[in-house]
């Protein structure tokens, strides 16, 4: 499991809209992460703050909330903003709404897809704070052939839609994201930038996949193929912390995130699922990480 692994869109919510100048389409919700792309055409997006951006076809802009943003035919247009509030809404928090997303073939000669993408918690947290509040990738890359099939599944209402729409925006993101973190020049985070390494690389998905494992740094070095000596030093330089301490830290976002959202688990529940077979011992790791109690952060998390 790689660090895009824990981010699974469920109830995402697309539309796509076929648009005549002059527009203005002013998108108010702020929902975590928006995809806006468009098939044909062309616009500009207009951050709440921050300078707009092109979208020309099959570039690709990802917008990080809470901030809301425009979609324009042109930077200051003379059209009426039209709020995009009860179709393109950030999922309700608690579940999945499962709806079709919204479509309005229009004649226009500009069509746009939107996406909007529900990251929740504190594992979510680690990729939206390695992000700016707007990034542009242009087309031509892998996420091309990603919108053909876009495009054909919002236009339709059939069986498992939602589904496949999810499934499609999790692949979308993936790859905007991978080519705006590998661009010449850019400044990955440590956590990305490790995973390319064979050995790191391996023993990051390893604690990812099994975080409630009895890890050792002998036990981990074992399953990656090197030594113990060789395995913390190569993790501290690329990922900047030991080995046990990165587990420590995993295991109490995830505790986090189980405690915020997890109201029928227990504070013991919480403790087994992330590798503590003892609640007080647990319960003092997660104070000591923290600074709360995990009944304290439970109860201020509500």
Known sequence: MDAFGDLRAHGSLFGSSALSAPWALHFVDGAPL?????????????PEHGEPEPLNAYDTVVVRGPGTFSFVDEVGTP???????????????????????????????????VGAYPVRGEIGARLLDALPAVLRVAGGGTGDAVLDHLAAEVAVDAPGQQVVLDRLLDWMLVCTL????DRPGGEP??????Q????????LRLLHAEPAAPWTVGSLAGRTGVSRSTLAKRFADL???????YLTHRRMALAADLLAERADRTVADVARAVGYSDAFGFSAAFK??????PS?????AR
């Open 34 to 46: 928006t995809l806006c792309t468009v098939l044909d055409g062309g616009g500009w997006v207009v």
């Open 79 to 113: 059209a009426e903003p039209v709020a995009c509030g009860e179709h393109c809404a950030a999922p309700e928090e608690g579940g999945t709404r499962h709806r079709r997303g919204w479509h309005d073939p229009g004649d226009g000669a500009t069509t746009l897809i």
């Open 178 to 181: 991978r080519e705006w973190f």
């Open 189 to 194: 985070p440590a956590w990305w930038t490790a």
């Open 196 to 203: 390319r390494d064979p050995v790191v690389g391996h023993a």
């Open 239 to 245: 990922v900047g912390e030991p080995p046990l301490t």
């Open 288 to 293: 000591r990480v923290r600074g709360a109690n």
């Open 296 to 300: 304290e952060f439970r109860r201020a």
